[in-house]
């Protein structure tokens, strides 16, 4: 597959910065589409990362550095919404800690998430072909298998989350070459 020219990137990638309020429910804009991965960081704060997705569905939330379990409810807790220009998000401190500044790296794919059989294990995927970029879930079976990620191309690179255990972020990029990996939440080589 050819790669393709993006004239306008920022209709799948685009951050945004917001000085936290405290309140509930608070509609964040300005992102210029429905994210359908967001990514936040309090950056005033020493709070983790959080990272929020269509594909498991707002409100369900994993951290990027660290090894927890996925955590929250559906359609609450604290990023309860994608909306058409941005997200919501609760009073957490996390997300919205009153007078704190916040950045939050948006992708979207502008797909609803299908199944997908193109692997040995079935998988739920949202994925943007123009873009490159797909969100994946998937029932691990423990043994090897292969994932079908809608992209139609090798993908360069790879993160991985187990969400129901203490694991770490299974990081490949193709520059490491096959077999290699790194761990997302760790410094090591």
């Known amino acids: 597959m050819a790669y393709t020219t993006i004239d306008k990137p920022t209709d799948y990638f685009n ?4 000085t936290g309020n405290g309140t509930a429910d608070r509609g964040i804009t300005g992102v210029g589409f429905q994210p359908d991965w967001v990514w936040i960081k309090n950056r005033t704060d020493a709070s983790s990362h959080k990272i929020f997705d269509s594909v498991r569905g707002a409100g ?5 550095d660290t090894t927890d379990a996925q955590v929250g409810t559906l359609n609450a807790g604290k990023l309860p919404s994608f909306d058409s220009d941005g997200f919501t998000v609760s009073s957490s401190n996390t997300v919205n800690g009153s007078s ?3 950045v939050a790296w948006n992708w979207h794919t502008g797909a609803t998430a299908s199944s997908n059989s193109n692997g040995s294990i079935t998988s739920s995927v949202s994925a943007n072909t123009t873009a490159g970029f797909s969100i994946v879930s998937y029932t691990g079976t423990g043994s090897s298998a292969t994932i079908g990620h809608g992209l139609g191309a090798v993908p360069k690179m790879i993160i991985s989350k187990s969400l129901a255990s203490g694991e770490h972020w299974g990081t490949y990029h193709a520059s ?3 077999g290699k990996a790194l761990a ?3 410094h090591d080589a």
């Open 15 to 18: 951050t945004l910065t917001y």
């Open 176 to 178: 490491l070459g096959n």
């Open 100 to 102: 704190d500044n916040m």
């Open 184 to 186: 997302l939440n760790l």
């Open 60 to 64: 369900l939330e994993i951290e990027s």
